[in-house]
């Protein structure tokens, strides 16, 4: 079975910008959780989808959102862009995002630069 | 909403020592605590993981203790070897909600 796969791996932003990362989670996975990856903050939950429904969110500002389609695939989109937001944007999915039960895979994460 | 405070950032070891890495939550109804694994320029993979309904769990060399009177959970790493290098995160969770919160990280050295 192919992992939870990320593209794009790299991207380079401005301030300003917006951005789309895009997640395809393993075969059969239906929840697809998002999170940002900092050198200071660690690791911090942005949101999870499970059938294409936002089921929970972190404390991030408007500016990060998501989706999720059919097929389970998801995506998140920054809009402008701060040099705050530079960092690895890690997603994970599930079978049904029970963690008592599914164990959560990560994908190898987009390493978003904004300069 | 809940904390994961981990103690301690960083950990320097000589092959063959215990490690241990530590954390503290302030939700008491939290109930899953997993520890991930992620080496340099990979992604975090999951190590080990309790349940509140549990003392203790172990897997070969790593054993994972909760205490939820006190709420704090440990990782133990026994016969540390190089390849045990890395960054450990915990993370707690409750059990309705599907939100991770993650410690700050121990990065792990593991000197041959």
């Known amino acids: 079975k192919a992992g939870v796969t990320q593209t794009p791996r790299y991207l380079i932003k401005t301030r300003g910008q917006q951005v789309t990362l895009s997640c395809s989670p393993i075969s059969g996975h239906r929840s697809v959780s998002w999170y940002q990856q900092t050198p200071g903050q660690g690791l911090q939950f942005l949101f999870e989808?499970?059938?294409?429904?936002?089921?929970n969110k972190g404390n991030f500002p408007g500016r990060f959102s998501g989706r999720q389609f059919s097929n389970s695939r998801s995506e998140m989109n920054v809009s402008t862009l701060e040099l705050g937001d530079s960092a690895l944007y890690l997603c994970?999915?599930?079978?049904?995002?029970?963690?008592?039960?599914?164990?959560?895979?990560f994908g190898p994460g987009t390493r978003l630069t904004v300069l | 909403g809940e904390n994961v405070e981990q103690h301690p950032s960083t950990l320097s070891v000589q092959e063959g020592d215990s490690a241990v890495i530590k954390c503290t939550y302030s939700?008491?109804?939290?109930?899953?605590f997993p520890w991930y694994k992620q080496e340099l320029g990979k992604r975090p993979q999951l190590i080990i993981d309790i349940r509140s309904n549990v003392g203790e769990k172990k897997d070969q060399r790593i054993a994972v203790t909760l205490n939820k009177t006190a709420k704090h959970f440990s990782l133990h790493i026994t016969e540390t070897q190089p390849e045990d290098s890395a960054v450990y995160f915990c993370?707690?969770?409750?059990?309705?909600?599907?939100?991770?919160?993650f410690g700050k990280g121990t990065l792990l050295t593991v000197n041959p």
């Open positions: 993370a707690g969770l409750r059990g309705s909600n599907y939100k991770l919160t």
């Open positions: 994970a999915s599930s079978l049904e995002g029970r963690m008592l039960t599914d164990t959560q895979y």
């Open positions: 989808y499970f059938s294409e429904t936002q089921r």
């Open positions: 939700d008491s109804a939290s109930n899953y």
